[in-house]
């Protein structure tokens, strides 16, 4: 008794002392941008190691969501009814992720999520930037797990399999009767180092062994065209990295005539790395307001780290250009009169943090709100293009419209300009 008594402490002081660093930003630091990552390694160090009862786990839980979710009516609901409604009903971790989840949904927000071991640490990968396994995203659609990408320099890339490809089987076990946490561990975190898929690729079956390896997710890239065109394109604002390899690309193509950002099918990332993505941009100017749960707005402004040479800026973005890629594709239109090309972008302005439990559980939960510096909520009408062009979200050089039109802007730019 004892011993779960100081356990339940334990927690109740590391929220405490993580909520009060959040607080405490809001108040008195409002001209630089908070560091998420460090208040999440703060709680992953108090927490991630514990291990307590399912019980425990969801009281916790629970708790949380009541101090913590940016929307303190939480949805206009009595959220104690949550905790007598399942409080006695709990005996597994299994019944604890149900009692979790079903209270997540009736926040009615897509974005908070509760994920059990196996899909906490595929979480903390992809924040890591790297993924272990066979390189592929894939989804359940009715009964099928189709496969919709193929990662860059990996095995399931150099054995041919192609977007599109349904997994039939798994190590000879029928993929379409196994749960998804199931397929993550076998394909990505269990020891098996060597996996065999069947694939459906229409109506031909096709066999595949794979050796899985240790995969670095690629985040940008940056080409020079032959008239001196800066083109960067970012797949995420994931990744510790994130942001010194920008600024390495920015002081790259400093001396180009004009840059073009590309932020298509860009989902977003950290906060703090969009934020400091824009601040070596910026001279001066607000970046972001943050809208906390009891609506305190704060606002962050550059704090003269610019690197950025003044030039034409065009940035290409898509309707999956979400969350931060829209807060720095919002901020540099505000700021430095990038100019958008394409269609509107997805329109997210929720912020989660990505929250380590006990158990090696993970909750991701809405904690706040962003408004673009020239008052703008973008929640559900995203970011509407200067130019508008539609093309498909999958598309090759060849024939990629948008970019196109994006290079004789800046080149209609530089000559208005000399």
């Known amino acids: 008794m004892n011993k779960e008594i100081q356990q339940k402490n334990i927690i109740f002081y590391s929220v405490f002392l993580v909520i009060t660093i959040v607080i405490f930003s809001l108040f008195f630091k409002t001209k630089n941008y908070i560091n998420f990552d460090i208040i999440h390694k703060t709680l992953q160090k108090i927490t991630i190691s514990q291990n307590i ?13 009541k101090n913590s979710y940016v929307d303190e009516t939480l949805n206009n609901q009595d959220w104690t009814r949550w905790r007598i409604r399942y409080i006695k009903h709990i005996k597994t971790i299994e019944d604890a992720d149900i009692a979790i989840n079903s209270m997540l949904a009736s926040l009615n927000d897509p974005y908070n999520k509760f994920l059990q071991s196996v899909l906490f640490a595929k979480q903390k990968m992809i924040i890591d930037s790297e993924i272990k396994g066979i390189g592929i995203l894939f989804n359940k659609s009715g009964k099928e797990i189709v496969i919709n990408h193929i990662m860059d320099n990996s095995p399931a890339k150099n054995a041919d399999i192609l977007p599109g490809d349904t997994i039939v089987s798994i190590n000879g076990k029928t993929a379409d009767n196994l749960e998804m946490k199931t397929i993550i561990n076998t394909i990505e975190t269990s020891d098996n180092k060597e996996i065999e898929l069947t694939i459906k690729r229409k109506n031909i079956i096709i066999k595949k ?69 824009a601040n070596f941009m910026m001279d001066t100017g607000k970046i972001v307001s943050i809208q906390s749960r009891i609506n305190t707005k704060y606002q962050i402004y550059s704090d003269g780290e610019k690197i950025f040479k003044n030039k034409p800026i065009v940035i290409l973005i898509n309707r999956n250009t ?61 970011l509407e293009p200067d130019i508008v062009i539609k093309q498909d979200t999958i598309f090759t050089q060849k024939n990629d419209k948008q970019l196109r039109k994006a290079k004789k802007i800046i080149r209609e730019l530089v000559k208005n300009k000399e």
């Open 209 to 277: 062994k794979l050796k899985k390896q240790t995969i670095p997710i690629k985040t940008m890239e940056y080409t020079i065209t032959k008239d001196n065109i800066g083109i960067i394109t970012l797949a995420n604002i994931m990744g510790e990295k994130a942001v010194s390899d920008f600024k390495d690309i920015i002081i790259k193509t400093n001396d180009t005539k004009g840059i073009i950002l590309d932020l298509r099918n860009n989902y977003g990332g950290v906060l703090a790395n969009a934020i400091q993505m």
């Open 322 to 382: 979400a969350s931060a890629s829209e807060i720095l594709a919002g901020t540099l239109r505000d700021n430095l009169n990038a100019i958008l090309i394409g269609e509107r972008s997805y329109g997210k302005n929720s912020i989660q943090q990505i929250i380590p439990m006990p158990n090696e559980t993970g909750l991701i939960l809405t904690t706040d709100r962003y408004i673009l510096p020239d008052g703008s909520d973008i929640y559900g009408k995203g």
């Open 53 to 65: 009862a399912p019980q425990r786990l969801f009281i916790n839980t629970w708790r949380i969501i």
